[in-house]
């Protein structure tokens, strides 16, 4: 598929970082596909991390790529991030629209232009409190985030109402936006890709262990699966890196196994065959749930954040209430209780299939365009819902 820029419009994709390919990058893709003429903006990024859509865009990167070590120590430039930013030149683009979940919706463009935020989550260190004061950010990284978070809060406050539009992934994101910044914003759910995860064609019944797939970091509580997992002693696969998996590793036991970085095929294979699915992290959305509903396995998770609009509890997996692992344990016995049907798991997620992503935000755009230049009719370029399929 392939779609021009609205009205011919001079765009500009804006990322936060392209050093790793999660959710938010396939999203990006995503948005690529929409406006494959774009450029292509980002503070740091790693080549070999970028899918091959993305490297066909025209790419710019800011000083902080010039910085030792840019995609490995980027977190540690956090009190750079805004002026890396606003160093960015986008004042000869019309639309611009930020993928962002750090300080890319700061941008400066001119004043013409209509700037989109598509808004994964505002900055967690310097809007969460929890995240903040996570025992495994580190001492020395907790003082710096205290002695700058009061000016970084202050900057990104400034920098949202400078947005045109703000676009969240979910109603839990679309509060955060609101009470960080008050700004409205329309909830429009990022693509799963429900074409390449799907339910098992050799019809294979499930295996007897638990799956979880992340990148291994604080705010993910992989740290609750493995104290609840050590307790009731049911197998549990880990799937992903991160500065969490030595200690993780140290405190389980031999019923967890941990298979660190895998290619799709093998993290789509064992979402097909596990008995289900578990996260204990309060997500922004969660697409990875989303991947093993397409594959027809029941989610557990904390019914927090994204998960609520994900999972259907007792339909399409179980929604244990407190972050803590006697909560998790108590949904683990509840998942035991009941069947669950593929088929129906299935349907539930096509709802987050990539070709309604497309439809929605071109759908949307088309009238928030509209609206800001007052284009009257349909005219030469305008995305239409058809031409997203």
């Known amino acids: 598929m392939e779609v021009n820029s609205l009205s011919g419009m001079r765009t500009a994709l804006v990322h936060h970082w392209l050093v790793t390919y999660r959710g938010g990058e396939r999203a990006l893709e995503a948005l690529s596909d929409l406006f494959p003429s774009a450029d292509l903006f980002t503070l740091v990024y790693e080549r070999s991390q970028m899918s091959a859509s993305l490297k066909r865009h025209h790419l710019r990167s800011s000083f902080l790529q010039r910085l030792p070590r840019p995609s490995r120590w980027y977190p540690y430039y956090l009190p750079l991030f805004p002026l890396a930013t606003e160093r960015m030149d986008l004042t000869g683009y019309d639309l611009v629209i930020s993928s962002d979940a750090a300080t890319m919706k700061g941008v400066r463009v001119s004043p013409h232009a209509v700037h ?27 003082l710096a985030l205290r002695t700058v978070r009061t000016y970084l809060r202050e900057w990104d406050y400034q920098a949202a109402q400078r947005v045109t539009h703000f676009v969240a992934i979910s109603e839990a994101v679309k509060k955060r936006i609101h009470d960080a910044y008050g700004r409205k914003s329309a909830v429009i759910y990022p693509p799963v890709d429900t074409e390449r995860f799907v339910v098992s064609p050799l019809n294979q019944t499930a295996q007897g262990f638990f799956l979880f797939v992340s990148q291994l970091v604080p705010y993910k509580r992989a740290d609750l699966l493995i104290e609840a997992f050590n307790r009731c002693g049911r197998p549990l696969l880990v799937i992903g890196d991160g500065p969490e998996r030595r200690r993780l590793q140290e405190r389980a036991k031999p019923n967890i196994q941990f298979l660190g970085p895998q290619p799709q095929h093998t993290v789509i294979e064992a979402m097909q065959q596990c008995r289900a699915f578990v996260f204990a992290g309060e997500e922004d959305f969660g697409i990875v749930m989303g991947e093993a509903q397409a594959c027809g396995r029941p989610v557990i998770a904390l019914g927090r954040g994204g998960a ?82």
């Not at 929604?319 to 344990?329: K, N």
């Not at 349907?347 to 987050?352: G, H, M, Q």
Request: aromatic share 10%; hydrophobic share 35%; charged share 25%.
């Open 116 to 142: 989109i935020c598509y808004c994964y989550t505002p900055m967690r260190y310097i809007w969460s409190e929890s995240a903040a004061s996570s025992h495994a950010v580190g001492p020395i990284r907790r």
């Open 308 to 389: 609520r609009e994900i999972v259907e509890d007792g339909t399409t997996g179980i929604l244990f209430e407190e972050q803590s692992a006697d909560s998790l344990l108590d949904g683990l016995e509840r998942f035991q209780r009941i069947r669950f049907d593929a088929s129906t798991i299935r349907a539930s997620a096509l709802k987050f299939a990539r070709p309604r992503f497309l439809r929605e935000f071109a759908g949307w755009l088309n009238q928030m365009i509209r609206g800001t230049t007052e284009l009257e009719g349909e005219q030469e370029g305008i995305l239409t819902p058809s031409s997203c399929l």
